[in-house]
């Protein structure tokens, strides 16, 4: 693993908003006196939501002082995490899936439409709106190529797709995740392909069954006792 740095730039000081801090109380409460460094993950997670997805270093500083933490502690976590973002990011933030299945299904060319159209890894548009950065499996393999936009997964990609998303949300339009070929989530692209057979769900129930209506069970079949090989005395 590459080492990772804080960004040169950081803000003077970093605090929870009321509601953020109502909640982080809300997740140390979960864990019992002594163990409440437990919730690190969540706080940290909830700081790089709130300073706009990326954790400044006050960040870090306020979040161990919640947890009584060691500074260190928290640099270490932080800079392990490749979750947590170090520098700025856009509004948007592109995480290509740069891994085996991807990569065989046209992840290179997904990496050069970022370069087009966004520039180079790691470097914030002029206008804030954009960055991106290539990251390890994503866990949706059989739709690849994937990327991440922010929460929310866009498979299926070509770079005429990824550019028609990006132009929307310059736009300020809505985009919709999963699938962008017509896909149904992960099923085969051209449709069902096995189980096509007719017969196979003659017993299905009816269109026009009552709402009280239960399907007739087969009946069990009989026991039998099996046979003792042992002669009774």
């Known amino acids: 693993m590459s080492v990772r740095r804080l960004a040169a730039k950081q803000p003077e000081t970093f605090a929870f908003t ?18 409440q460094a437990s919730a690190v993950l969540a706080l940290l997670w909830r700081a790089q939501e709130q300073a706009g997805g990326w954790l400044p270093e006050p960040a870090l500083r306020y979040v161990a002082d919640l947890l009584g933490m060691a500074y260190i502690r928290i640099y270490e976590i932080a800079t392990f995490y490749s979750m947590f973002n170090l520098a700025p990011v856009g509004r948007y933030y592109v995480q290509v899936c740069g891994t085996t299945p991807c990569w065989l299904r046209g992840a290179d060319d997904i990496k050069a439409a970022c370069r087009e159209l ?12 954009f960055s991106w950065t ?31 998303l990006l132009a929307d949300l310059k736009a300020g339009r809505e ?4 699938p962008q070929n017509g896909r149904q989530a992960s099923a085969p692209l051209g449709g069902p392909n096995t189980l096509l ?16 209506y239960q399907p007739e069970l087969a009946p069990k079949p009989k026991s039998r006792k099996a046979k003792s090989t042992v002669k009774d005395q």
């Open 18 to 35: 009321p509601e953020n801090l109502d909640w982080a109380k809300g997740q140390i409460k979960k864990y019992p006196e002594g163990k």
């Open 118 to 129: 966004i520039g180079e890894p790691n470097c914030v548009t002029e206008d804030g709106l």
């Open 134 to 164: 290539e990251v390890e499996c994503l866990g949706a393999c059989v739709n690849a190529p994937v990327a991440q936009i922010n929460k929310y997964y866009y498979e299926d990609l070509t770079p005429e797709t990824l550019g028609r």
């Open 175 to 178: 985009i919709r995740p999963g």
């Open 197 to 212: 057979d007719p017969e196979l769900y003659r017993n299905e129930l009816p269109d026009d069954a009552p709402p009280d």
